[in-house]
C-alpha cells in the first residue's frame, strides 16, 4: 500500500492513516491498534517500516480510529486521511469522531445530529437559534386577536456545525443544502457518516395568539390546505 491509495481507501471509509516506526512508548500500542483496523498493510523502504490502517463506518472503527490517532497524533510523519484529504490536525478529526461516536450510543442519532431552529432566512437573521421567538403579525380583527405569532421552524441536520456560528447568506445562489456541505467541508466534518446535508427541511410553522396557546402545523398540513 502507498499513500495514494491510502487517500483513495479514505473516501471509501470512515479515515485512514499512517505512521512509521518511533521510539515512542505508544508506538506498540499504535501497530496492535493499526492492525485491528479494516484494513491494515505496512512496507519498509531505506531501512523505514511505515505502518498503514484503515477503518471502516462504524461504531468500532470510529473507537479504534480515535484510539489510534491519540496514539500517534503527535508522531512526527504520521498523517490521517478522512474524505480523501489529508487532515488539517489529528485533534481536529477526534472532535468529529467523539460527536460521531456519541451520536452512535445514541438510540435515534438524529437526535443528537440534527437540531430545530428558528427560520434563518427571517429579516434580522444573523446566526442560527435553537430557541424560539416570535415574529408578530396584526389579526384579520385585532379586537378579536391581539396578535399572531408565526415561526417557521427548520431541522438543521449538522450539530457539530452550530458551535462554529453556522449562517445562511440569504443572497448566495446556492441552496441551502449546498451551503451546508460547503461549510462542512470548511469545517472539517464532511467526511462523518451521518453528515447529510439534504436533511435540512422545514419543519412547520408554530402559531401563536394571546390567549389562545399555541398551535403546531407540519409543513405537510401546510401543504395539503395549500397555505404553505
Known sequence: MNRAELIKASRENLLAALFTRSRSVLYEQAVEIAKAGKIYSENESGGQLTHFAIYDRSREGAELARELINCIGSLKGAQVFAGGRMARSAWSVIRVLDCYLEACLSRDFRAHCNRVIDDPF????????TTISFRLTAGDDDDKVKGIAALDRYTFP?????????????????????????????????????????????????????????????????DRSGDG
Open 122 to 129: 427571517r429579516p434580522g437573521s444573523e446566526t442560527l437559534s
Open 158 to 222: 449538522c450539530s457539530y456545525l452550530l458551535q462554529y456560528g453556522f449562517r445562511f447568506d440569504a443572497d448566495h445562489p446556492s441552496s441551502p443544502q449546498d451551503f451546508i456541505q460547503a461549510e462542512g467541508v470548511r469545517h472539517g466534518c464532511d467526511w462523518c457518516p451521518n453528515f447529510d446535508p439534504d436533511a435540512f427541511r422545514k419543519l412547520g410553522t408554530r402559531l401563536s395568539a394571546e390567549g389562545m396557546g399555541s398551535v403546531f402545523r407540519s409543513a405537510e398540513e401546510q
